[in-house]
């Protein structure tokens, strides 16, 4: 079974680093994009950055460049997204999600979306 | 940067009826890079056409995509119980690579 597997809800304190993780399983991890995608409470969805696990290319969008990390350990097919100070605003769902690529294209879609790890702060 | 407006913001419609959602974008789109999502309360979205008009793996075919340009269209045909959520539009654009939302479109039942 192709899927993406988040890790568990986070709660944090302002200024804490975090570095949540998406394990794929079920296809060759290396030959497909990983987005992170951000969903602030009761807000759309925003996309954060991509990463292909085969060679680490990384793109961010503009909004989270230099605020997030974004990174692959593809040994174990897992990626990553990283804060090294949280704000209270970082409060959020967020996900991964592999970029649709079928019949030899790639699109600009995501087929496939891990459950998601919610993010929160604590007082 | 090229931004994605979805109308209306809510429809409500009854299990049965047709549903038209409608994603204009600020500048031309690629056909091949314009897609749909679904989701429901509590759960990660669903892709349900990429390509503007291609249904994702395991859609049902009331789901159907049109369009070119700057205008797209989501149209579910007859509306079953399990379709009323929020429906998001979505871009990508290659120079530089960046893959941008609409703001959603909330199906909800009458």
């Known amino acids: 079974e192709v899927q993406l597997v988040q890790s568990g809800a986070e709660v944090k304190k302002p200024g804490e680093s975090l570095k949540i993780s998406c394990k794929g399983s079920g296809y060759s991890f290396t030959s497909y994009w990983i987005g992170w995608v951000r969903q602030m409470p009761g807000k759309g969805l925003e996309w954060m950055g991509i990463i292909y696990p085969g060679d680490s290319d990384i793109r961010y969008s503009p909004s989270f460049q230099g605020q997030v990390t974004i990174s692959v350990d593809k040994s174990i097919n897992t990626a990553y997204l990283q804060w090294s100070s949280l704000k209270a605003s970082d409060t959020a769902m967020y996900y991964c999600?592999?970029?649709?690529?079928?019949?030899?294209?790639?699109?600009?879609?995501?087929?496939?979306w891990g459950q998601g790890t919610m993010v929160t702060f604590s007082s | 940067e090229i931004v994605l407006t979805q109308s209306p913001g809510t429809l409500s419609l009854s299990p049965g009826e047709r549903a038209t959602l409608s994603c204009r974008a600020s500048?031309?789109?690629?056909?091949?890079?314009l897609a749909w999502y679904q989701q429901k309360p509590g759960q990660a979205p669903r892709l349900l056409i990429y390509?503007?008009?291609s249904r994702a793996t395991g859609i049902p075919d009331r789901f159907s995509g049109s369009g070119s340009g700057t205008d797209f269209t989501l149209t579910i045909s007859r509306l079953e119980p399990e379709d009323f959520a929020v429906y998001y539009c979505?871009?990508?654009?290659?120079?530089?690579?960046?893959?941008?939302f609409g703001q959603g479109t909330k199906l909800e039942m009458k």
């Open positions: 999600a592999r970029r649709v690529c079928t019949g030899g294209s790639c699109y600009g879609a995501f087929d496939m």
């Open positions: 390509g503007a008009a």
């Open positions: 979505q871009q990508y654009g290659t120079a530089p690579p960046r893959y941008t």
């Open positions: 500048q031309s789109v690629s056909s091949s890079y």
